[in-house]
């Protein structure tokens, strides 16, 4: 089945403990991106990258970084979590023609207290 | 980047034709119009994309003025299962990355 996976689903952390939210899919897709979304204020866009290798900051990228060593998969990487990246991420992937939208994950529940 | 304007939230009822319009006055000429749907705690969903005039797949249909200035997503025969976050998006151009949600519009259908 063609999908975006995340894991983990739910993760509780204290701040400044670093954490890696993996994401993979296996669509061949070249475009990846990584997403927050918090209440009221929508979906906002942290990190993308069009290829391997080649990354860029979107909306909100303060506080993550992110790695695209391979095509399937887009880690994203917080070296000191604060409680104000208490967010659902999603992982989202998609072809460079972009005629089917992207393919989301279903997404992290990331709590840091 | 075009800024999209939908209405906060609408209501229906199972069986209704619902109809969800975006606005887009500063779309450019390469930028195509996408609609996603959201559950809760779940990921977007792509539902439709288009360019102009009118697009059909086997949930929705979009329809696009020749000014490309709005568009109209139509959701036949809704659901207790439509209900939903509808999110109309303005992508810079087809290869672009950059996908700016807005608040959408949550549909609301009771039985």
């Known amino acids: 089945e063609a999908q975006v996976t995340q894991n983990p689903r739910y993760l509780i952390t204290v701040t400044g403990k670093k954490l890696t939210v993996t994401c993979s899919q296996n669509?061949?897709?070249?475009?990846m991106s990584w997403y927050r979304q918090d209440p009221g204020l929508g979906l906002r866009q942290i990190y993308y990258?069009?290829?391997?290798?080649?990354?860029d900051k979107g909306d909100v990228p303060e506080g993550y970084k992110v790695s695209r060593k391979e095509k399937r998969n887009f880690p994203l990487i917080l070296e000191s979590p604060s409680p104000n990246q208490t967010s659902l991420y999603f992982c989202?992937?998609?072809?460079?023609?972009?005629?089917?939208?992207?393919?989301f994950g279903s997404g992290t529940r990331l709590t840091v207290v | 980047l075009a800024k999209t304007t939908q209405p906060i939230s609408m209501d229906s009822y199972e069986g209704q034709e619902v109809n969800i319009t975006c606005s887009h006055n500063?779309?450019?000429?390469?930028?195509?119009i996408t609609w996603y749907q959201q559950f809760p705690s779940q990921g977007p969903r792509f539902i439709i994309q288009?360019?102009?005039t009118k697009v059909t797949n086997e949930v929705a249909s979009l329809f696009i003025p020749a000014d490309r200035k709005s568009s109209t997503l139509s959701l036949p025969r809704v659901s207790l299962s439509d209900t939903a976050v509808y999110y109309c998006?303005?992508?810079?151009?087809?290869?672009?990355?950059?996908?700016?949600f807005g608040k959408g519009t949550t549909l609301s259908v009771s039985s």
């Open positions: 989202a992937s998609r072809t460079q023609a972009g005629l089917d939208g992207y393919t």
């Open positions: 500063n779309i450019a000429t390469n930028d195509y």
């Open positions: 288009g360019y102009k």
């Open positions: 669509m061949n897709h070249e475009y």
């Open positions: 998006l303005v992508a810079f151009n087809q290869a672009g990355t950059a996908l700016i």
């Open positions: 990258s069009m290829n391997v290798e080649v990354t």
